[in-house]
């Protein structure tokens, strides 16, 4: 490093640079985001299969009829992802 140039970090960097350093920030963040929805989107489809399954099934997996139906009305979007 010669002297008078800028560290690494430094608030002189290139444009470049900053460029460099949002896109991986982006990227990472919209990573996590399509994870999130992926996530979301495997619970949705996990919810409607315990319809199809038969009273037998249901109880081989330690739930009841009831039990299924209730947690199949959480498909909705309000915020209950739990």
Same mark, same amino acid.
């Given at each position: ?18 460029? +460099?350093?949002?896109? =991986?920030?982006? *990227?990472? &963040?919209?990573?996590? %985001? ?5 996530? @979301?989107?495997? $619970? ?10 038969? +009273?037998?099934?249901? =109880?081989?997996? *330690?739930? &009841?009829?009831?039990? %299924? ?5 959480? @498909?909705?979007? $309000?915020?209950?992802?739990?």
């Amino acid at each position: 490093m010669t002297f008078g140039s800028p560290r690494p970090g430094a608030a002189s960097e290139r444009p470049d640079d900053v460029v +460099d350093v949002l896109a =991986r920030f982006l *990227g990472q &963040t919209l990573a996590r %985001a399509v994870a999130r929805l992926l996530w @979301l989107d495997r $619970r949705y489809r996990a919810r409607l299969e315990l319809l199809e399954l038969s +009273d037998t099934q249901l =109880r081989d997996v *330690g739930i &009841t009829r009831d039990q %299924a139906l209730r947690e199949a009305e959480r @498909l909705g979007w $309000r915020g209950d992802w739990t």
